[in-house]
Every structure is written in C-alpha cells, then in structure tokens.
C-alpha cells in the first residue's frame, strides 16, 4: 500500500475554498485515490474518488496530475461545518472486496467565520 | 442506503470483564467487514478483517484470543473485547465492503471506556 503523506493542520475561513494536497510518491498502477472525513467521535464518510484527471460530485473535486504521485482534494466555498479531519488514502481497488484501507495521519481542517 | 450501525455506541465497563461490539449493515449484504481502533488524536488502525463464514483475519500485533470477531451473517459482526483493561479504552468503528467490494461504509464507532 502506498504511503501519502499530508499536511497535518491548515486553517481557513468560511467562503473559502481550501485545498489539501496529498503526496503518495509510490503510487502503483492500480492504485486508486480515496479521500475520506472524520468528525469528532464518529466514523469516516467517503467524500471522492478517482484515478487520474478531475472528479467532481456534489461536495468536493479531486485533481490528480498526471504523474498521479500527488492529489488535491478540493472544498468550495468551505463552512465551519466542514472543521473536520481529512484522510487520502490510496490503495487497489479489487472488486473482489477484501480491500484494506490504511489511514495516514490525515489533514485537521479548521473553519473559523 | 448503504448505512452501517453500531450498538452499543458508547459501553463503560470495569477492568476484566468482556463487552461486546455489534457492527450491523443495514441495508445491504456485506461478506466483508472491518474493525479499526482509534485512540485519541489519531488515525484509525486495522485491528482485522471479518469475512462471513470464516476465521477473521488479524493485523500484526493484534491479539486474536482478546479481540474475538465472529461475522455469523451477511449483516452481522461482532467484536468481543476480552478481560478489558483501561488501555483497551478506545473509540472502536467498523467498516463495511458494499456491493461491488472496494467501497467501504464505515459505522458510527463505539466508544469503550474501561474503569
């Protein structure tokens, strides 16, 4: 699996949009790239997925170069809501399921007004 | 859909004795589901995989005979935290593989605190 590595705190304020880069150097072919959301005291939610160029969905976009050895999640016009941490994680997709997923130390976003 | 739920969601037990974690995919059939631990201010770890019908299997370093998991059904893992002591004390989540096996929907954790 490979190793991302991400910036452990960044602030912002709402309106803004933030981005958090990820660096997953040793990313293999196979690889996809998942971006995950963490409250306080509760389980991760999905937020996006991808594998190369641009996904966008209705909360957030994903930019992967095209090298794919980094990744950008994306959050438009943040709220004091979106405080919360932010894990990337990437790894096979098998559909054959058994796919462990290997949390780094993930990104605590701030909100402030 | 795709909702996975735990109970209890948070449990205070006294030092060793045994507490039970149920994992539950509500919506859907899951043959995979798993359990990670969480201590304060940091990243999840994988503790093992449950797979329906067979032996769970374990991450390094994680004691199969304290943390027993039983995956009787589709929609059904159990965590049994056994002889708890405080550094058992965690925030215990589960996750859930959806349909087409690379998605995973993660349930709300269960907080375990050991006196």
């Known amino acids: 699996l490979a190793k991302t590595t991400q910036p452990i705190s960044m602030d912002s304020y709402e309106g803004q949009e933030v981005n958090i880069t990820c660096s997953h150097n040793?990313?293999?072919?196979?690889?996809?790239i998942t971006w995950y959301q963490q409250f306080p005291s509760q389980g991760p939610r999905f937020i996006i997925q991808?594998?190369?160029t641009k996904v966008t969905n209705e909360v957030a976009s994903l930019f992967i170069p095209a090298d794919r050895k980094s990744s950008t999640l994306s959050l438009p016009r943040v709220s004091l809501s979106d405080t919360a941490v932010y894990y990337c994680?990437?790894?096979?997709?098998?559909?054959?399921?058994?796919?462990?997923?290997?949390f780094g130390t993930g990104t605590q976003l701030k909100v402030e007004l | 859909g795709a909702v996975v739920s735990q109970h209890p969601s948070w449990v205070i037990c006294k030092s060793g004795t045994s507490v039970k974690i149920e994992c539950r995919s509500l919506?859907?059939?899951?043959?995979?589901m798993f359990w990670y631990r969480q201590f304060p201010k940091q990243s999840l770890m994988l503790m093992a995989t449950?797979?329906?019908?067979?032996?769970?299997?374990?991450e390094q370093g994680v004691e199969k005979d304290k943390f027993l998991i039983n995956h009787a059904s589709l929609t059904l893992s159990t965590l049994t935290v056994t002889s708890a002591h405080p550094e058992d004390s965690s925030f215990y989540i589960c996750?859930?593989?959806?349909?087409?096996?690379?998605?995973?929907?993660f349930g709300p954790g269960t907080r375990l605190t050991v006196t």
């Open positions: 040793n990313i293999a072919t196979n690889d996809y």
């Open positions: 991808g594998y190369k």
């Open positions: 449950s797979n329906e019908g067979s032996k769970a299997t374990y």
């Open positions: 996750s859930a593989e959806g349909r087409r096996g690379y998605e995973q929907y």
């Open positions: 994680l990437v790894g096979d997709r098998q559909t054959g399921g058994g796919n462990k997923l290997t």
């Open positions: 919506d859907f059939q899951a043959t995979t």
